[in-house]
C-alpha cells in the first residue's frame, strides 16, 4: 500500500471544486453525500430569500440553501449546469445550490496559503480555510460545516 503523506507530514486532503459568482471554490470532499442536478431534485415551496425551500433527494427531505443569493449575486433561472451538492454535516443533511461544480482536487498543506486580511476590523470570518493553488487554479476554501452554523448578529435580523 501506498503512503500518501508529505515530506511535512501532513496528508493530502480532497476538496469538491466549485463555481459561484465567477469565483472557485472548494469544500472539503468528505462532507459531500453526492451530488444532483438542480432541475431533478423534486423542491418545495420556497421559505426565505436563501433558504430556496426543501427537496427529496433519496426519499430523504432536505433544506435548500442558494449559495448564489447568500454571495451576492441574482440568479436566474436554473440552467444545466446549474447543480446542488449535497452535504452530510454533524448537525444534518442539506443540499448547497451552486453555480456549477468544477472537479475534485487534491491539496497538500504546501499548496494552501491564508486568505489576505479584507475585513475593516482586520479579522476574517473563522469559516474560511485559506486559498488553494494548484495547476494554476486558485480555490478558496471553505469550512462548511462552519459556514452552515453562521448566525446573523442580531441587528442584521432586526426588520427596519
Known amino acids: 500500500m501506498h503512503d500518501t503523506t508529505t515530506s511535512s507530514g501532513f496528508h ?5 471544486s466549485f463555481s459561484l459568482g465567477g469565483r472557485e471554490y472548494g469544500i472539503d470532499f468528505a462532507k459531500v453525500q453526492e451530488l444532483r442536478v438542480l432541475k431533478a431534485l423534486e423542491r418545495f415551496a420556497a421559505s426565505g430569500e436563501i433558504i430556496d425551500g426543501v427537496a427529496v433527494s433519496r426519499g430523504v427531505i432536505i433544506p435548500l440553501v442558494d449559495m448564489r443569493v447568500a454571495c451576492g449575486t441574482s440568479p436566474d433561472a436554473p440552467d444545466p449546469m446549474t447543480d446542488v451538492i449535497i452535504l452530510r454535516l454533524s448537525s444534518c443533511v442539506m443540499g448547497m445550490v451552486v453555480d456549477g461544480v468544477t ?3 487534491t491539496l497538500v498543506p504546501e499548496q494552501v496559503a491564508p486568505l ?3 475585513a475593516a476590523n482586520g479579522e476574517r470570518p473563522e469559516y474560511l480555510l485559506g486559498l488553494g493553488q ?8 471553505v469550512d462548511i460545516e462552519r459556514l452552515m452554523s453562521v448566525r446573523k ?4 435580523r432586526q426588520v427596519a
Open 153 to 156: 448578529p442580531a441587528a442584521a
Open 134 to 141: 494548484a495547476g494554476g487554479r486558485r480555490l478558496i476554501l
Open 12 to 16: 493530502p486532503t480532497q476538496f469538491l
Open 103 to 105: 472537479g475534485v482536487l
Open 116 to 118: 489576505p486580511v479584507a
